[in-house]
C-alpha cells in the first residue's frame, strides 16, 4: 500500500529521501522555509547536485507523485508521515546545534492540535542519543495536547547516504535502522523500506540515534589514519599505491577499505560536526576520550601539510581544480579545499578556480550561507573552463577527479608544478614534464 508523506528540509538529505520515495509510487509533498528550494521542485528541477536525482524528481513531478511546498500545515494534515531532514550543524563550541529541529517540531505539533487522525513523525536527521525521547515527544505532547502513543508515534530513522551517490545509497541500502517506542509504530515506517532488500534493525531510540555517530566517527577514523599511514610511508620511501593494495586486501581483519585510501583531508557536512557533537557531550559527561579527540587535529594537520607543500613552491599564481567536497556533488559546507582557496589568498596568491558541478547563482540555503560567510568574493574566482583556470598558472591543484587523464595531459605545460590531493591512480595520473606531487603518496 502506498503512503502520504511529507519531507521537511529539502537539503541533501530530503531532498533524495523525498525523490526515490515517490519514486518508489508513494505520494510526496517536500517542506522547506526556503522559496527558491520550493520553486526549483515544483519546477521539477532538484534543490541540489546528485548523480540520478534530476531523472527522479523530474519524472515524480510528471506522474504528481512529488510536489513542494512551504505550508507545513497542508502537508501534515494532507499526509500520514512526517520525515524531518533538517540540518543539524555545529554551534562554534561544538555543540549540536538544533535550532532547525525545535521550530520544525513546533509546527508539525501546532498541526496535530487540530488533526484527528493518527501521524507518525520520524526524526532522519542527526542527532545525539535522548534527543527523540527527551525534546521531541515532550515537546509534540505539550504544544498539541496529544498523547504520543496514542494519538501520535515517532520513530528515529538515520539516514546513511552518502553524497556523490546518495540515490544509489538510498535505494540499495546497506543496513536500514528503525528507533521505535512502539512496534506498531516501526511496522508503519518499515513498509517504505521492505522494498529495498536491506537487513532492518529495529531498535531503541537512543540505539538508532547513536549508530550514526558511531558510523561517521569511525569513517573519520579510517580516513584520518590513511593519510597518516601514507605521509609516513611517504617520508620512509616507501610506494603507497601497492602498500595500500595489500592493506584492502585483509578483509578478515581490515574491514573493508573504503575510507582508507590516503587522499586530502576530509570535509562536508557529516563528518567535522558529528565528531565536534561527540567530543562536546562527551565533556559534558566529564568523559575522556583521546582518541576521538584526536581525529579532527589529525585532520587538520593534514590540511596543514598540503597548504605547506602548495607555499613551499614560491609561486604565486595557482588554479584550483575541484572546490566542492566530494565529487559529482556542489557541497562547499566544511569543504577543505574552500579553506585552501582561503588560506593561499590570505597568503597573497592569486587563484583561480574550476569545479564542473558548482555554480554560484545555484547555490542555495545554507550552503549558500557558508560560502558567503567563509569567501564572500569567491565567485570572481570561478572560471568557466579548465584551460581559463590553468592558462596562467603555475602550480595546478587537482582536487576533482572530473577531469579525464588525457585531457590534462593536451593542458599541462612543462612549466606547470601539478599537486594531487585526490591520489589519481598511477594508471590515471597525467605524465607532465612539470613535476608532479601527491600529499602523501
Given at each position: ?38 520553486e ?14 534530476a ?12 510536489s513542494?511546498?512551504?505550508d ?11 520525515l ?16 532547525h ?43 498539541s495536547?496529544?498523547c ?31 528507533g ?17 532488500g536491506?537487513?532492518i534493525?529495529?531498535?531503541?531510540f537512543?540505539?538508532a ?35 595500500f ?11 573493508s577499505?573504503s ?12 563528518l567535522?560536526?558529528?565528531?565536534r557533537?561527540l ?6 559527561l ?6 576521538l579527540?584526536s ?7 593534514h ?7 602548495v ?21 562547499l559546507?566544511?569543504s ?16 583561480t ?5 558548482v555554480?554560484m ?20 574566482l ?12 603555475e ?26 590531493l ?9 605524465t ?10
Amino acid at each position: 500500500m502506498k503512503t502520504r508523506i511529507s519531507v521537511f528540509g529539502l537539503g541533501y538529505v530530503g531532498s533524495v529521501t523525498a525523490a526515490c520515495l515517490a519514486a518508489q509510487g508513494h505520494r510526496v509533498v517536500g517542506v522547506d522555509v526556503n522559496p527558491l528550494k520550493v520553486e526549483q521542485l515544483q519546477a521539477g528541477k532538484s534543490p541540489v547536485v546528485e548523480p540520478g536525482i534530476a531523472e527522479l524528481v523530474t519524472q515524480a513531478i510528471r506522474n504528481g507523485l512529488l510536489s513542494a511546498t512551504n505550508d507545513a500545515a497542508a502537508a501534515v494534515f494532507n499526509t500520514d508521515i512526517s520525515l524531518l531532514c533538517v540540518g543539524t550543524p555545529s554551534l562554534r563550541n561544538g555543540k549540536l546545534d538544533l535550532g532547525h529541529l525545535d521550530p520544525v517540531c513546533r509546527s508539525i505539533a501546532e498541526v496535530l492540535r487540530q488533526k484527528g487522525s493518527f501521524h507518525l513523525l520520524v526524526l532522519r536527521s542527526t542527532v545525539l542519543p535522548g534527543t527523540a525521547g527527551s525534546l521531541v515527544i515532550p515537546l509534540l505532547e505539550s504544544i498539541s495536547g496529544k498523547c504520543f502513543g496514542r494519538d501520535f508515534g515517532v520513530c528515529v530513522n538515520p539516514e546513511f547516504m552518502r553524497e556523490g551517490t546518495a540515490v544509489a545509497d538510498f535505494l540499495n541500502p546497506c543496513v536500514t535502522v528503525i528507533g521505535a517506542a512502539e512496534p506498531r509504530h516501526s511496522m508503519q515506517l518499515r513498509c517504505l523500506y521492505d522494498c529495498l532488500g536491506s537487513r532492518i534493525f529495529e531498535t531503541s531510540f537512543r540505539s538508532a540515534e547513536m549508530i550514526k555517530y558511531l558510523s561517521n566517527a569511525w569513517h573519520a577514523v579510517k580516513v584520518a589514519f590513511a593519510n597518516e599511514a601514507g605521509s609516513l610511508a611517504k617520508e620512509l620511501g616507501v610506494d603507497v599505491e601497492p602498500l595500500f593494495e595489500i592493506f584492502y586486501a585483509d578483509t578478515r581483519l581490515n574491514l573493508s577499505s573504503s575510507y582508507l585510501k590516503p587522499g586530502f583531508s576530509f570535509g562536508g557536512s557529516c563528518l567535522p560536526k558529528d565528531l565536534r557533537a561527540l567530543s562536546y557531550r562527551a565533556k559534558e559527561l566529564d568523559l575522556k576520550v583521546p582518541l576521538l579527540d584526536s581525529v579532527l587535529p589529525s585532520n587538520d594537520q593534514h590540511f596543514r601539510r598540503a597548504l605547506e607543500i602548495v607555499l613551499s613552491r614560491c609561486k604565486r599564481k595557482i588554479a584550483v581544480l575541484g572546490l566542492s567536497f566530494k565529487a559529482d556533488t556542489d557541497d562547499l559546507r566544511e569543504s577543505p579545499q574552500v579553506h585552501l582557496v582561503k588560506q593561499l589568498l590570505a597568503e597573497g596568491r592569486q587563484v583561480t578556480i574550476w569545479d564542473e558541478n558548482v555554480q554560484m547563482g545555484r547555490l542555495v540555503a545554507s550552503n549558500r550561507e557558508y560560502i558567503e560567510r567563509t569567501i564572500p568574493h569567491i565567485a570572481a574566482l570561478f572560471c568557466e573552463t579548465v584551460d581559463d583556470a590553468i592558462k596562467d598558472a603555475e602550480i595546478v591543484i587537482l582536487a576533482t577527479r572530473a577531469v579525464p587523464r588525457d585531457e590534462l595531459q593536451t593542458r599541462l605545460r612543462a612549466d606547470q608544478s601539478v599537486i594531487d590531493l585526490v591520489n589519481f591512480e598511477k594508471s590515471r595520473r597525467p605524465t607532465t614534464q612539470g613535476s608532479y606531487e601527491g600529499i602523501c603518496w
